[in-house]
């Protein structure tokens, strides 16, 4: 039997992971800002979309190279992937692959319309 072997996922898509910062507002409140961490290439999919209430969401799985845990270049929930003006909030993060040669963001956008 042959065995059939997945070809690498197209990461054509330049993104800039993104991590919060917050810092306090002098009213015992915090103001959240966004560091740029470094540039990966990846692969953006769409898995699904609503619109309702003035809100436009759509959900994507973004598959980018893997990195070891730890790496400030692993991509993490609550940080975020942009892509020019387009901002997508990551929601979790696994290897996709057997090998973890590969990770997938699942991650959504909003977009006020």
């Known amino acids: 039997m042959k065995r059939t072997v997945k070809p690498p996922p197209h990461r054509n898509r330049q993104l800039i992971l993104e991590a ?8 015992g409140g915090f103001i959240t800002t966004w560091q740029a961490l470094g540039v990966l290439w990846g692969a953006v999919a769409l898995r699904s ?4 209430a003035g809100l436009s969401q759509t959900r994507l799985r973004i598959t980018l190279r893997a990195a070891p845990v ?7 929930p609550n940080q975020r992937l942009r892509e020019g003006t387009r901002l997508y909030l990551i ?13 997938t963001c699942l991650a959504h956008e909003e977009v006020v319309t």
Not at 49 to 52: A, F, I, L, V
């Open 70 to 76: 730890g790496s400030a270049m692993r991509p993490a």
């Open 91 to 103: 929601d979790s993060v696994h290897e996709s692959d057997a090998g973890a040669r590969y990770l």
């Open 49 to 52: 979309g609503r619109e309702g």
């Open 20 to 27: 919060p910062l917050q810092t306090a507002d002098g009213a």
